[in-house]
């Protein structure tokens, strides 16, 4: 039984993990119908720019909660920067292009910053530091859940909570559900589309540095290719939990973090993704537009 | 026609070989043959060429001394370009030039090809690189020998120390599932099978750049190994180390050469210490080393390339070992390179019954202080 639960929250990790950068994905999808492929790359990008903040506030000897507040907006803003170009000058060109052209846009941006980093940064990896202390009163179920699962679990559920609250409630939620439900309608009732287009990847991209900070902590290290396992991964939930949808590409996540988790632990960590593309097949073929996405309508 | 000329320089080559094996009766003039085989052109002559370079600088090292037992040693060099069909063809064409004892070929292959035509021919050949271990361990090839460690070496070190030197009953080996990796598992679990000592627990694959390896760590920790095995690089090492760490467990984690590397203690830094790495011995402190080093340097201006010790040692093995046998005999050389230990570049080695070097392989180091230290077993 404590097998059990020790997986369960090996499993519910990792799928907060692929859900903080799902979630970019299957917003920009909503939005203009694209798979942003580049997204994993903002997710490193993000990850570089905390580390490079975080290594020298340390320096400086500011306290670790102040490095970790100023290193997660810095890598947000900076990420969001990179989010926000890339639309403007790979997609945004392309919006009235046949949808293929847009993604293999998003492919090509996608190896360009994977070099680009390369090249600006180092192909080695870096030693990422642990932003996040080992709590105290975590200490007697340290061996089950740790400090660092316990702050991911927790953002991804606050992130989730607050994506949902601003797309139900706010003037700018409104304005992109209007936009992912019929572009030119609402480019007829006044809405600045690609205002809604640049918002939605200023917050995809956020979010996508945010779990940047967070995993490369959780797990000690970066190096400029780390965007494309995740990406990859974080894609599959997405379009698991049905690519579009909020709630869905956290379900998706889960449901795939923990497939992953269970596969290893009771079967064979060789079978693991063995597992994870299998059940994405399956639920695809018996709900193909995902766990809860809607059935896309063919607009003419 | 090609098998009936082969068949004839073949009588010729057997006759010259049992010429020469004749105290006395010196037939083939007053030289001794080293033949040189390998790599010298295409993809892979960055392996081959070195060997030859050394062998050079050995034999004009013996040369200037007066040759071996009054015999001036002669050069016979010939590429293989590291091809099988091409290496049958090299050795076919040094057996009939008279060779006596061969240093060679550069890769496995090659290596395999080429060894029944000398061993008709009662050549004795050592190779400088060749690692395949069937190469030794099937013992096809009595008159095969080789200075560098084969593949399997490696696996070897580690399961002795995990179970000779740390007493480990219940060994969880891990690797990811590359070549280098998954077939350095594979080994060790025929080993750790081999020994009757302990056994394997866990035999597993993780995917390489995962975000997250909490699952595996639990099912090492859930089946009680004591001991972990990795075959792998270091990105995924430390972090597999530094999750054990995380979750609470105090298991030994021995790895290979693709984490004996710096990188390994910058990266996983704290959670590092203790761990066991395996890497080749270090020869930096034998003066021959240094000197073989200094002696390439002086005559090609150059740092020395791949395999270079291990060929230097090879020409030193196989020539002291003509000296030492009075013959270039078969049975002669190999009863001497078994039994005369000679100092070499890779240290004072001899050789075991199949043809492997004893004392050239591998070492086991621990992270102590944040270095790589070696340790005893």
């Given at each position: 039984?404590?097998?059990?639960?020790?997986?369960?929250?090996?499993?519910?990790?990792?799928?907060?993990?692929?859900?903080?950068?799902?979630?970019?994905?299957?917003m920009?999808?909503?939005?203009?119908?694209?798979?942003?492929?580049?997204?994993?790359?903002?997710?490193?990008?993000?990850?570089?720019?905390?580390?490079?903040?975080a290594?020298?506030?340390?320096?400086?000897?500011?306290?670790?909660?102040?490095?970790?507040?100023?290193?997660?907006?810095?890598?947000?803003?900076?990420?969001?920067?990179?989010?926000?170009?890339?639309?403007?000058?790979?997609?945004?060109?392309?919006?009235?292009?046949?949808?293929?052209?847009?993604?293999?846009?998003?492919?090509?941006?996608?190896?360009?910053?994977?070099?680009y980093?390369?090249?600006?940064?180092?192909?080695?990896?870096?030693?990422?530091?642990?932003?996040?202390?080992?709590?105290?009163?975590?200490?007697?179920?340290?061996?089950?859940?740790?400090?660092?699962?316990?702050?991911?679990?927790?953002?991804?559920?606050?992130?989730?909570?607050?994506?949902?609250?601003l797309?139900?409630?706010?003037?700018?939620?409104?304005?992109?559900?209007?936009?992912?439900?019929?572009?030119?309608?609402?480019?007829?009732?006044?809405?600045?589309?690609?205002?809604?287009?640049?918002?939605?990847?200023?917050?995809?991209?956020?979010?996508?540095?945010?779990?940047?900070?967070?995993?490369?902590?959780?797990?000690?290290?970066?190096?400029?290719?780390?965007?494309?396992?995740?990406?990859?991964?974080?894609?599959?939930?997405?379009?698991?939990?049905?690519?579009?949808?909020?709630?869905?590409?956290?379900?998706?996540?889960l449901?795939?973090?923990l497939?992953?988790?269970?596969?290893?632990?009771?079967?064979?960590?060789?079978?693991?993704?063995?597992?994870?593309?299998?059940?994405?097949?399956?639920?695809?073929?018996?709900?193909?537009?995902?766990?809860?996405?809607?059935?896309?309508?063919?607009?003419? | 026609?090609?098998?009936?000329?082969?068949?004839?320089?073949?009588?010729?080559?057997?006759?010259?070989?049992?010429?020469?094996?004749?105290?006395?009766?010196?037939?083939?003039?007053?030289?001794?043959?080293?033949?040189?085989?390998g790599?010298?052109?295409?993809?892979?002559?960055?392996?081959?060429?070195?060997?030859?370079?050394?062998?050079?600088?050995?034999?004009?090292?013996?040369?200037?001394?007066?040759?071996?037992?009054?015999?001036?040693?002669?050069?016979?060099?010939?590429?293989?370009v590291?091809?099988?069909?091409?290496?049958?063809?090299?050795?076919?064409?040094?057996?009939?030039?008279?060779?006596?004892?061969?240093?060679?070929?550069?890769?496995?292959?090659?290596?395999?090809?080429?060894?029944?035509?000398?061993?008709?021919?009662g050549?004795?050949?050592?190779?400088?690189?060749?690692?395949?271990?069937?190469?030794?361990?099937s013992?096809?090839?009595?008159?095969?020998?080789?200075?560098?460690?084969?593949?399997?070496?490696?696996?070897?070190?580690?399961?002795?120390?995990?179970?000779?030197?740390?007493?480990?009953?219940?060994?969880a080996?891990?690797?990811?599932?590359?070549?280098?990796?998954?077939?350095?598992?594979?080994?060790?679990?025929?080993?750790?099978?081999?020994?009757?000592?302990?056994?394997?627990?866990?035999?597993?694959?993780?995917?390489?750049?995962?975000?997250?390896?909490?699952?595996?760590?639990?099912?090492?920790k859930?089946?009680?190994?004591?001991?972990?095995?990795?075959?792998?690089?270091?990105?995924?090492?430390?972090?597999?180390?530094?999750?054990?760490?995380?979750?609470?467990?105090?298991?030994?984690?021995?790895?290979?050469?693709?984490?004996?590397?710096?990188t390994?203690?910058?990266?996983?830094?704290?959670?590092?210490?203790?761990?066991?790495?395996s890497?080749?011995?270090?020869?930096?402190k034998?003066?021959?080393?240094?000197?073989?080093?200094e002696?390439?340097?002086?005559?090609?201006?150059?740092?020395?390339?791949?395999?270079?010790?291990?060929?230097?040692?090879?020409?030193?093995?196989?020539?002291?070992?003509?000296?030492?046998?009075?013959?270039?005999?078969?049975?002669?050389?190999?009863k001497?390179?078994?039994?005369?230990?000679?100092?070499?570049?890779?240290?004072?080695?001899?050789?075991?019954?199949?043809?492997?070097?004893?004392?050239?392989?591998?070492?086991?180091?621990?992270?102590?202080?944040?270095?790589?230290?070696?340790?005893?077993?």
């Open positions: 039984m404590d097998y059990f639960i020790e997986l369960l929250f090996g499993g519910l990790t990792r799928g907060s993990i692929y859900a903080l950068i799902a979630l970019g994905y299957t920009v999808y909503g939005i203009i119908g694209l798979i942003n492929f580049a997204h994993g790359e903002i997710y490193m990008i993000g990850a570089f720019t905390s580390f490079i903040v290594t020298v506030l340390s320096i400086y000897g500011f306290p670790l909660l102040a490095i970790v507040v100023i290193a997660a907006l810095a890598a947000a803003v900076w990420s969001s920067a990179y989010g926000v170009t890339i639309e403007k000058i790979a997609y945004r060109p392309l919006r009235h292009a046949p949808r293929l052209s847009p993604l293999i846009s998003a492919i090509g941006m996608s190896i360009f910053l994977q070099n980093v390369l090249l600006a940064q180092t192909s080695d990896f870096l030693p990422f530091p642990a932003l996040i202390p080992e709590f105290a009163f975590m200490e007697p179920v340290a061996h089950i859940v740790g400090s660092s699962d316990l702050v991911i679990l927790i953002t991804t559920t606050l992130v989730m909570f607050a994506l949902t609250l797309i139900k409630f706010t003037r700018i939620g409104k304005a992109m559900r209007a936009t992912a439900q019929d572009r030119t309608m609402a480019m007829l009732v006044g809405i600045n589309v690609d205002r809604v287009i640049s918002a939605t990847f200023v917050i995809g991209s956020a979010l996508a540095a945010l779990g940047g900070m967070l995993i490369a902590s959780h797990i000690g290290q970066i190096n400029f290719y780390i965007g494309f396992l995740a990406g990859i991964k974080a894609f599959t939930a997405a379009v698991l939990g049905g690519i579009g949808s909020i709630p869905g590409a956290v379900l998706g996540s449901v795939l973090g497939t992953e988790s269970f596969a290893t632990g009771y079967v064979s960590s060789d079978y693991e993704d063995v597992f994870a593309f299998s059940l994405l097949v399956l639920i695809l073929i018996f709900k193909p537009s995902g766990l809860l996405g809607k059935a896309e309508t063919k607009k003419v | 026609m090609q098998s009936g000329l082969k068949k004839k320089l073949f009588v010729a080559a057997l006759a010259l070989g049992f010429a020469m094996a004749v105290p006395g009766a010196v037939v083939a003039g007053d030289t001794i043959k080293l033949g040189v085989a790599a010298q052109s295409g993809d892979l002559a960055s392996y081959g060429l070195p060997t030859v370079k050394a062998a050079e600088l050995v034999v004009a090292q013996y040369n200037a001394k007066g040759g071996i037992n009054g015999k001036q040693v002669e050069l016979l060099v010939e590429d293989d590291c091809k099988p069909e091409v290496a049958t063809n090299s050795a076919t064409l040094l057996v009939t030039k008279g060779v006596d004892v061969v240093l060679g070929h550069i890769c496995s292959g090659a290596t395999k090809a080429a060894l029944p035509i000398y061993k008709e021919a050549v004795v050949v050592m190779s400088p690189s060749a690692t395949n271990p069937d190469l030794t361990q013992g096809d090839y009595p008159n095969f020998f080789r200075t560098i460690a084969s593949d399997d070496a490696q696996a070897k070190t580690e399961v002795d120390f995990a179970i000779n030197t740390l007493g480990a009953k219940k060994i080996i891990i690797h990811d599932k590359g070549d280098y990796g998954k077939g350095l598992a594979e080994f060790a679990q025929s080993f750790v099978e081999k020994s009757g000592k302990a056994e394997v627990v866990l035999f597993e694959g993780v995917t390489p750049g995962a975000v997250d390896y909490t699952a595996i760590v639990q099912k090492i859930r089946f009680d190994a004591d001991a972990v095995i990795f075959g792998g690089y270091h990105p995924e090492a430390s972090k597999i180390v530094s999750m054990m760490k995380k979750k609470r467990m105090n298991i030994v984690f021995i790895s290979d050469d693709g984490v004996k590397d710096d390994f203690i910058k990266v996983a830094g704290e959670n590092a210490e203790g761990v066991y790495a890497g080749p011995q270090d020869n930096s034998n003066p021959l080393s240094a000197a073989s080093i002696a390439h340097k002086a005559a090609y201006n150059a740092d020395p390339g791949a395999f270079y010790e291990n060929a230097y040692s090879a020409a030193l093995a196989l020539l002291n070992a003509i000296e030492k046998a009075g013959s270039t005999d078969m049975a002669a050389v190999v001497a390179l078994q039994t005369e230990k000679v100092d070499t570049p890779v240290g004072n080695i001899y050789f075991d019954e199949k043809g492997d070097a004893v004392g050239v392989g591998f070492a086991m180091y621990q992270v102590q202080n944040g270095q790589y230290v070696e340790v005893k077993n």
